[in-house]
């Protein structure tokens, strides 16, 4: 059987990447894909511990965690979609408006 | 395969392979937790995030795709890199370098394997979760009513875009958000 640490590890990899990914990407979609990476590596961890401390409560976390990112992605998208109105541009470095 | 995807998802310059690169990354977390034997949560995993997630994505993905960047990196992107390793570094010397690691021990089956995941789960979910279990869909509802209000177009900012003339391509996106926004609610609510 596999032990924990692989998946704990896999879960570090995965979040490490997720954060690479919110920074260095110009564009905002993408960053929000990234914390959707940084979600699941979480989760990944949550399921993992739960399965070795033999209790159900990790898993109930990881629905409230998706929960959340979902709430999370539906907001965000919108926030896009009114930010590319305003705008005309998807780029983080174009976004300037509270920069004084 | 995960770890590979998850690189192909950040790093590739088209952003609908992108969005599917992710895809492929969240139904393989989505068989880690089959083998962590929570088969419920996978299969939640594969409906929400690959499901519904992902279609909002690839949907707002077709709108902006024509309105792509030349460059898909940051101009600093080493920078980037750098921070990222540094942050893994962190956790991999707390946990490994702590000894936790070692914690692990052998697997037992796990204890709900009699009841079924799923019953267990949703046992505890109206037990002992249930307070936050209301937060949440009370969230999801929140969440819903801002996608819908910021979707819609105010009149100023029809004024603005009138004024600028170039918003013809865009009257039709608050619909599908709050149309996408409201399959969520409708996934989300079955699956107790």
Known sequence: MVPLS?????SFLLFSIGVVGILIRRN??????????ILNAVNINFVAFSRFQQSL???IFVFFVMTIAAAEVVVGLAIVIVAFRRRATVNVDEFNLMKW | MILGSAVVAITAPNLIYSALALLVTLIHVAGIYVLLSAEFVAAVQIIVYAGAILVLYLFVLMIFSEHQGQQALHASY???????????????????????????GTLAPPVWAKAGNTQAI?????TKYLFPFEIASI?????MVGAITLGKRSHKAKEVAGANGSSNGHETIAAPISRVAVEHRQEETPRV
């Open chain 1, 6 to 10: 692989y998946f704990v590890t896999l």
């Open chain 1, 28 to 37: 905002i979609l993408m960053v929000l894909m990234a914390i959707e990476l």
């Open chain 1, 57 to 59: 409560d990790g898993q």
């Open chain 2, 78 to 104: 080493p920078v980037g890199v750098f921070l990222g390793l540094v942050v893994l570094a962190e956790m991999l010397m707390v946990y490994w370098g702590t000894g936790a690691a070692s914690d692990g």
């Open chain 2, 122 to 126: 949703g046992v505890l979910l109206y």
């Open chain 2, 139 to 143: 969230i999801l509802l929140v969440a």
